[in-house]
């Protein structure tokens, strides 16, 4: 299966700032999606990161608060833009083949807003 | 939609079985079950692709129910080893985004 790497693992923010996500696969894959977890929770899918395209968000999420890049079929990032306490979250980003492969995750972003 | 999850959480003995159960008010395409250790990315653990389907890995397997839009997670005899949160993700037909289940805790005590 593919290798993931994801950075940074953890962040401290300030409210008001920003921080960009990597996640960086060892191969080139069909799909990568963005999925947030707050502690304890299920994972929520924020967006589909296609590549040369805007990516196509979920419902409660929109381009503003969380820009997606994905130049090639091995990167893509995350953004999390002008941050409150409530976007404090664990941020994963997967990766799938084609529609009846599994999904493998990264190690997960842990980010903290204060 | 995000699909059922049953039970929230789980606590057994080894050697004890258990079942998880998953279901949808939507009609599905694949039934996938992963399992996250605290502090761990959620890891594959099988998908079901038909109505019908069952699969096993060593002590842990899962059948699908196409008709009634539901799946089960089956583990006996638990070891230690199986403590987790697991969660069943589903799709539906043409859908390659994943929806994740609230996730059932399982704790496994010696």
């Known amino acids: 299966s593919a290798v993931i790497s994801q950075k940074p693992s953890r962040d401290i923010c300030q409210r008001g700032t920003s921080l960009t996500i990597q996640c960086q696969v060892d191969?080139?894959?069909?799909?990568m999606f963005w999925y947030r977890q707050q502690p304890g929770q299920s994972l929520t899918l924020i967006a589909t990161a296609n590549q040369g395209s805007e990516a196509t968000y979920e419902s409660g999420f929109v381009i503003d608060k969380f820009p997606i890049s994905r130049p090639n079929l091995t990167f893509s990032t995350l953004t999390v833009s002008n941050m409150s306490p409530e976007d404090s979250s664990i941020y994963l980003c997967?990766?799938?083949?084609?529609?009846?492969?599994?999904?493998?995750f990264g190690n997960g972003t842990r980010l903290t807003v204060t | 939609q995000q699909p059922v999850q049953s039970p929230q959480a789980v606590i057994l003995r080894e050697g004890e079985d258990a079942v998880i159960n998953c279901s949808s008010s939507k009609a599905l395409y694949s039934v996938h079950w992963y399992r996250q250790k605290h502090g761990e990315a959620p890891v594959f653990l099988m998908i079901l692709l038909k109505g019908g389907e069952q699969k096993g890995h060593e002590k842990i397997s899962a059948s699908f129910n196409e008709k009634k839009q539901q799946s089960s997670l089956y583990l006996t005899a638990s070891q230690l080893s199986y403590s987790g949160t697991y969660f069943c993700g589903t799709e539906g037909p043409g859908n390659n985004d994943m929806r994740f289940g609230a996730g059932t805790r399982l704790t496994v005590k010696p």
């Open positions: 997967s990766v799938r083949d084609r529609g009846d492969s599994p999904l493998h």
């Open positions: 191969s080139q894959v069909t799909m």
